[in-house]
């Protein structure tokens, strides 16, 4: 096999795995990148919008809109950065902590159901090897 089809089997399944949540995204009226905002907020608090952006790689003025959109729905706040009273950091709000538990929930049996069917290693090693990539390739990009 050749090494860069990786990236067309890591993009499909990734993209897999965000259908198969978009039910339960939808049922609490989110798109499914404010879906993944509330999940690494969860893992990542106190950010403000810029780090947000570049941490998930997406842009700063489009992810501008989803936090309005998730402060809207009393998801997300916005509290002064005592380091830097121009910046906002951005943190849960109670309801937002909750939705993201129903979202890990519906997540991880997703990916124990479909990893669990491929590996021949145990499920916790694959994910070690998973997130060493991902702080090598951040630390690379960064």
Known sequence: ???????????????????????????????????????????????????????MVLDPSLIGRDISKLEDKNLVRRRIDPQDSRSRILILSQEGIEIVSVLREKLTKWWKDNLGKFLDIPTEDFFQIMSEMYLSTKKENN
């Open 1 to 55: 096999m050749e090494l860069y089809m990786l990236n067309k089997f890591l993009s499909v399944t990734y993209r897999l795995a965000r259908r198969n949540l978009s039910k339960t995204v939808h049922n609490f009226g989110l798109s499914s990148t404010q879906a993944d905002i509330l999940l690494y907020l969860a893992d990542n608090p106190e950010l403000n919008q810029k780090q947000l952006a570049t941490a």
